[in-house]
Each structure stands twice: as C-alpha cells, then as structure tokens.
C-alpha cells in the first residue's frame, strides 16, 4: 500500500461548482498534511496545510482532516477556469525530514 | 531572492552518459531534497540532505549519487545514464520538521535516449 493514495483522476468540475479532492494516508503517526497545486510543467506550490482534525478555510479553499479514517480532502469553491492543475496530496513523515507525495489528482475547470 | 534553483532546466543525454544536476538555494534551509516525477507517479524521493553533512537515501536512489556540498547547494550525479531514468527532477528545500512547507525549485526534464 502507497503512503498517499489518490484518485489520478480526471475531475470535471463546470466553472463555478464545488470541486473535491480526496486523499488517503497509512501512516497514522503523520501529524502534518499538505496540498500542493502544480499547474502543467511548473514546479508544485503549496496552497493549504493542516494539522488538527477538522476544517481549515482560505479563501475559496478549505482543507479538511479526519485523523481517525486516516483521510484528508481539498474542497475549492466557485472553481475557475484557472484553477485546473494537477493537485497533490502530502504529508510530513513522522521523522520530520521527509514530505511524503500521493500521485496527484488532474482537475480540469471547463468555462 | 532566487529561491530554489536548478541548472539545467532541459537536458538530452545518451545511454552510459554521465551529468550533474545542480540546485542552491538562498533561503537558509537546512534541508534538502531530490525528487523525480513521473506520469501517475507523481513525486517520488530519490535522496534527502536532513543537514550540511549528511545524506540519505529516499523511495529510489538505484542508479543516484548527490553531493551536499553545503548549506546553499545539493547535487544529484548520474553517473551512467539509462533510459529508465527519463523523468523531470525536483529540488526542493525546507526546515526541518513535520509541518514544513517545501519550496521547489523549476525542474530539469532529462531525457536519456
């Protein structure tokens, strides 16, 4: 099993609508968890973190986390056209050195 | 600032071909990282630099050497090239610690033909 599991996706989501990525962990002693937005042929950029169980809001993002069933999502609001990009899921292994990548989720915003 | 800076950004070697990728960064992080990507892979860590000094290996370091050659820089040597290692490389630099964020450099897309 993978550290961080992701659907590859394609997620097709009409400009506007609520857009909801979603993302497994097995290690359950990973205290830290990450979204990175990589749009085609850039390098990632982090948009949201979270530590603790709940939700987190930025703007048109949120992140939530559930430590319990080991998951984490990124829900974005009103998504736009811009927002397309490859999202990924990651977080910080229990050593503190290493940030552990899932394999991303392609989400296409159509206009 | 510059960030993370990776040198080449593209490069074409031939099969036993050696190079050197080369990444700085001017942010003062004490970590340092290499990673490949790779359709449907996504990132996957080759070798870490926790701290000047020392080196560790990642998720696929066969077929990789790096340097920390101090604070500022970290290189990753193939030292003869095959096919399997076509892929675009990362750098990326952080703090150490669980709730870091990572800064990445832009990339090098190596093609081994």
């Known amino acids: 099993q993978k550290e961080v599991e992701q659907n590859s996706g394609p997620l097709s989501v009409p400009e506007g609508a609520i857009a909801s990525l979603n993302c497994t962990y097995s290690?359950?002693?990973?205290?830290?968890f990450f979204w990175y937005r990589q749009y085609s042929g850039k390098s990632p950029e982090l948009i949201m973190f979270i530590y603790s169980n709940g939700d987190k809001e930025d703007g048109r993002f949120t992140a939530q986390l559930n430590k319990a069933s080991q998951y984490v999502s990124l829900l974005i609001r009103d998504s736009q056209p811009s927002d397309s990009a490859t999202y990924l899921c990651?977080?910080?292994?229990?050593?503190?050195?290493?940030?552990?990548f899932g394999a991303g989720t392609r989400l296409f915003v159509k206009a | 600032n510059a960030g993370v800076t990776q040198t080449p950004k593209f490069q074409v070697l031939k099969t036993g071909q050696s190079m050197t990728l080369q990444c700085a960064q001017d942010m003062n992080h004490n970590s340092m990282y290499w990673y490949r990507q790779d359709p449907g892979m996504g990132l996957r860590l080759i070798y870490y630099?926790?701290?000047?000094?020392?080196?560790d290996k990642g998720e696929v370091p066969n077929g990789y050497n790096v340097s920390r050659l101090n604070k500022r820089e970290f290189s990753l040597r193939l030292e003869s090239a095959a096919p399997s290692q076509t892929s675009v490389y990362f750098c990326a630099a952080k703090f150490p610690g669980q709730g870091a964020e990572a800064f990445f450099g832009q990339g090098t897309r190596l093609t081994v033909v």
């Open positions: 630099s926790a701290s000047e000094g020392t080196t």
């Open positions: 990651a977080l910080g292994d229990t050593g503190g050195f290493k940030t552990i």
């Open positions: 290690d359950r002693g990973s205290q830290s």
